[in-house]
């Protein structure tokens, strides 16, 4: 069995099973990366069947320790990780940290993470086809040969969603799927991955946007080392939350039945104008003057 | 002309010699693609060096030059490995530390007791004349050894070298992969070794590869691309320092070199061609 797959036990045995839909459970879970600063803090959480959960918070919240305890990749110091018998979760990482110069072409980038006791390199005739399936079904056919590189944003992002896939997933997990794209790709994206949760899959995703995602899926966890709220956006996108969050102070609007963030800082003006800089014989004017 | 070019495979040891700078040329090809990838041109450059270590303290206690080599070698890519796993040393720091010293005792080694059967200057700059039927069976074997894993573990090398975490995550064990491409490039060092000598390893391992990226974008191409690269360049710099009376080591880098000239300006020039034709169409 993958280590993927196997149930977590730490020390403390705390709600032993698992519901009927539910996929994984973290109950009390802390976590620190051995310097005694904790990046989780007592997170207890449910991941169930057809959920789509956003996970908000500011950069340093555990976020990305959140989706790599739900992994299984890290192993939490305390508190215990249930995951369904065999479970299987696929991880998106962020785009930013892939490298775009690597030669490998969307075919083969897609294949390296098919689970498979096969021994040879090259593809089965099986295999090839599913490859087809999952490349045609995220409207990227055709581009099996291209270069990883040669692909467009919202390309790029659903190769490795088509990765993903391949593993057969039933809960992905995707590390700020929007970060640095525009308005187009974002909505793209969007509708991507509610196509796949109405098709059953569960997904977790972490991210920044506020408005752009989190405001429109169904559950939201707002994360600042612990757990501060969990609920519909309706509910948990409110100032009281967003500053237990973020640790600064925003406003909520409603706009067409939703919650419109709008982050609280405002500048104070300027009351001088601000230095300019001096040509050197203007500075050496302004010292003779001094003098 | 032709009785010219063959001349030299009268002798038996440059048979031997030729064979060896082959196989070992395409294993440097294969293994190189990986350690480039992976950004550990260094690395090699490094474990070549702690490699000499071993070789002297091997002709020091009379035992085999390929076993005492070998297990110095493996132990001291064992020991990066495992040095460039924790994060909080620098590993570049750390592999200069390890490598360096080890390449310095060996300098101390020849120094105090004298280097006995090979020659000190074959080890740094390689010598074909000590390669026997026993040596072209063993890189023989380090080859096909070398080549068996990369073909069973294809999959596995490529996630892990391309996207570790994430590897990791779907239940590859990377240290396991990490590990033995180590040992694996080890034994490709220690078979280049004598025909190239220490100092001129690396670039075996680095020139075929990135010859071979600026051809393709395929991984699979790639690798097979750089291992005939690999092999080529032994094949003929082998020849061509026999023709030329110069070192082994020495041509077959520098066949690598010219080659790797060559794809740069014809690359270039195929890119700057297309960009101008695209300009043409663009402002047509």
């Given amino acids: 069995m993958s280590p993927l797959l196997r149930v977590v036990r730490a020390e403390t045995p705390v709600a032993q099973r698992l519901g009927p839909r539910e996929l994984v459970r973290l109950a009390a879970v802390s976590f620190d990366y051995g310097s005694g600063a904790s990046v989780l803090a007592d997170v207890s959480l449910t991941v169930a ?47 930013e940290s892939v490298d775009w110069s690597f030669p490998v072409t969307v075919g083969e980038c897609v294949l390296m993470a098919r689970p498979s006791d096969r021994r040879r390199p090259w593809a089965s005739a099986p295999e090839r086809r599913e490859v087809a399936v999952v490349l045609e079904r995220l409207g990227l056919n055709g581009l099996a040969g291209r270069h990883i590189r040669e692909l467009s944003g919202g390309q790029q992002q659903r190769v490795f969603i088509a990765r993903a896939l391949m593993r057969r997933p039933q809960l992905l997990l995707m590390d700020e799927p929007t970060s640095g794209v525009d308005a187009r790709l974002r909505h793209e994206i969007l509708h991507l991955l509610d ?78 104008s601000p230095p300019r800089i001096h040509t050197p014989r203007e500075h050496a004017r302004l010292r003779l003057g001094a003098r | 002309m032709i009785a010219d070019l063959l001349a030299p495979l009268d002798f038996e040891f440059f048979r031997n010699g030729l064979i060896v700078a082959t196989l070992a040329g395409g294993l ?64 570049d720091a750390a592999i200069g530390v390890v490598t360096t010293a080890s390449f310095a005792l060996g300098l101390v080694l020849f120094a105090l007791f004298g280097g006995v059967g090979r020659s000190f200057d074959a080890a740094l700059f390689g010598s074909i004349l000590g390669v026997s039927g026993g040596d072209v069976l063993l890189v023989g074997g380090i080859c096909l050894a070398a080549g068996a894993l990369v073909f069973l573990r294809y999959r596995d090398l490529l996630f892990t070298t391309f996207d570790p975490e994430v590897a990791e995550a779907s239940g590859v ?112």
């Fill in chain 2, 173 to 284: 064990s990377t240290a396991r992969i990490d590990a033995l491409l180590m040992v694996v490039l080890a034994a490709a060092i220690l078979a280049t070794m004598q025909v190239l000598g220490v100092t001129l390893v690396a670039a075996t391992l680095v020139i075929p590869p990135t010859v071979a990226r600026m051809l393709t974008s395929s991984f699979s191409r790639m690798l097979g691309l750089s291992t005939a690269i690999g092999a080529a360049c032994g094949f003929v710099g082998m020849n061509l320092s026999y023709h030329l009376d110069v070192q082994s080591g020495p041509a077959i880098v520098l066949v690598g070199a010219l080659l790797f000239a060559a794809v740069f300006v014809w690359t270039g020039a195929r890119a700057a061609l297309r960009d101008t034709r695209h300009g043409r169409l663009a402002s047509a």
């Fill in chain 1, 195 to 272: 196509d796949l949760n109405a098709a059953g899959l569960a997904i977790v995703l972490t991210t920044h946007d506020l408005n752009g995602i989190a405001a429109h899926l169904p559950r939201l966890v707002c994360l600042n080392r612990r757990v501060v709220a969990a609920g519909r956006p309706a509910d948990v996108l409110r100032p009281d939350v967003l500053e237990e969050t973020y640790g600064a102070s925003m406003q909520v609007l409603e706009h067409a039945g939703m919650p419109v963030v709008i982050d609280g800082f405002q500048r104070e003006r300027p009351v001088s």
């Fill in chain 1, 49 to 95: 069947e057809r959920q789509f959960v956003g996970v908000v918070g500011p950069s340093g919240s555990g976020k990305t320790t959140l989706l790599r305890t739900i992994l299984g990749s890290a192993r939490p110091c305390s508190g215990s990780v249930l995951r369904r018998d065999g479970l299987r979760v696929a991880y998106v990482p962020q785009v």
């Fill in chain 2, 28 to 91: 440097c090809g294969l293994i190189g693609v990986y350690v480039v990838l992976k950004g550990m041109s260094y690395i090699g450059h490094g474990l070549s060096h702690a490699i000499f270590g071993g070789f002297a303290a091997s002709s020091l206690l009379g035992v085999s030059f390929v076993l005492g080599a070998g297990a110095w070698g493996i132990a001291s890519a064992l020991m990066i490995n495992a040095v460039t796993r924790r994060r909080t040393i620098g590993a």
